[in-house]
């Protein structure tokens, strides 16, 4: 069953990002907010890799390519502190327009880049592992999650604002989504997860849309 739901995920972040795409050609290509299209991508291979696991088999290969998803997971998802920013200057909030906040952005974005890559890439030790019917590469050292955590503070924060700032609440809906899914441990799949990372990269893509339209419309 787990195999069908990564199947049907990919073809969704497949159907996601090309609706990205068709957002950035209708407002701006210009726009930091476009990095969430790097993210959909990374988890488009994400969730392929998993789906095609067990017809690729245990071996070299697969291990090549379970570790490609920890590079693409430590380089990749902290530039949504970026977009988490970004949604704050187009709700027009000078203080986030700041130059020295921009820099403090960029520098903790650095950092969980950096801490990823440290903590968790350099240190990979990865073994195959049979869950659900689906077979992977997972990694046997299991640190405590900063990247993810800092990742999730600045969206669940900026989610907060935009509800407030902008009457938006499907940003932080989306961050919700992330948040339940500890609380769904009972269900016998693994996708969990991964299903709730979908629903937040679309309230994300959504949100986005939401800031451009009233941007357009304003100017």
């Known amino acids: ?39 959909i991508l990374a988890l488009f291979y994400d969730n392929g890799i998993l789906a095609l696991g067990k017809y690729i088999g245990e071996g070299n290969a697969l291990r090549a390519l379970n570790q490609a998803r ?11 502190v970026l977009f988490a920013w970004q949604t704050l200057v187009k709700a027009s909030l000078d203080w986030a327009k700041r130059g ?6 960029l520098l903790f974005t650095l950092a969980l880049i950096i801490i990823e890559l440290v903590t968790v890439v350099r240190g990979l030790s990865l073994e195959p592992v049979w869950k659900q019917g689906v077979l992977s590469y997972q990694n046997k050292n ?11 503070l600045s969206l669940l924060i900026t989610s907060i604002i935009i509800w407030w700032k902008q009457k938006w609440p499907w940003y932080f809906v989306g961050i919700m989504c992330m948040g339940l899914t ?33 941007q357009q419309k304003e100017q």
């Open 1 to 39: 069953m787990d195999t069908v739901i990564y199947f049907i995920l990919t073809i969704a972040y497949l159907i996601l990002f090309v609706w990205g795409i068709l957002l950035a050609k209708k407002y701006s290509w210009i726009n930091i907010g476009n990095v969430v299209l790097i993210v």
């Open 70 to 80: 920890y590079w693409m997971h430590a380089l990749f998802t902290p530039l949504l």
């Open 100 to 105: 020295s906040l921009q820099m403090l952005i």
């Open 142 to 152: 299991h640190g405590m999650p900063i990247m993810i955590i800092g990742v999730s």
């Open 182 to 214: 500890p609380a769904l441990h009972f269900l016998k799949t693994n996708s969990i997860h991964n299903i709730s990372e979908f629903l937040l990269m679309l309230a994300l893509l959504a949100t986005m849309r939401f800031q451009d339209k009233k």
